[in-house]
């Protein structure tokens, strides 16, 4: 059982100092979805623009890039240390510099296969440190 502040949730509910109130309609508006072109990566941002990029878009409907003519899904990154022009591959650990900074590819997913670790994707798939992403 989960515990809310050392306690479990059934005796911070039978304090009763929870309110609840009702969101109010002003201001509510309807999300289209979200288009194919919405999820291709742009290396162009900030690093921690394009970390927040992937990480909303995981795992579905997922955030891409292209690479030897194939879409590559990214499911997780991080931020990393390194510049250069965005969308160029840093390092052979698929550092790849953005806009200001660096994500650091931890998960991806090739088209028509399942998701693996970055070292598990380089394996199957060779990026050269300086190619330019798109």
């Known amino acids: 059982i989960k515990r ?11 304090e009763e100092k929870i309110i609840c ?12 979805k979200i288009g194919k072109s919405e999820t291709r990566i742009d290396f162009s941002r900030p690093a921690v623009e394009v970390r927040n990029h992937i990480h909303g878009l995981s795992p579905s409907p997922g955030a891409w890039f292209e ?9 997780a990154c991080e931020t990393a240390a390194g510049k250069g022009e965005p969308g160029t591959v840093l390092d052979d650990h698929l550092a790849i510099a953005c806009g200001d900074g660096a994500v650091r590819l ?5 088209e028509g296969k399942g998701p693996m670790q970055a070292e598990a994707f380089l394996r199957g ?4 440190a300086g190619t330019l992403l798109s």
Request: aromatic share 4%; proline share 2%; net charge positive.
């Open 4 to 14: 809310f502040m050392g306690r479990r949730h059934s005796e911070v509910l039978s």
């Open 21 to 32: 109130a009702a969101q109010p309609l002003d201001g509510v508006t309807y999300a289209n």
């Open 67 to 75: 690479a030897a003519g194939s879409r590559i899904k990214v499911l």
């Open 106 to 110: 931890l998960h991806l997913q090739r």
């Open 125 to 128: 798939t060779a990026i050269a």
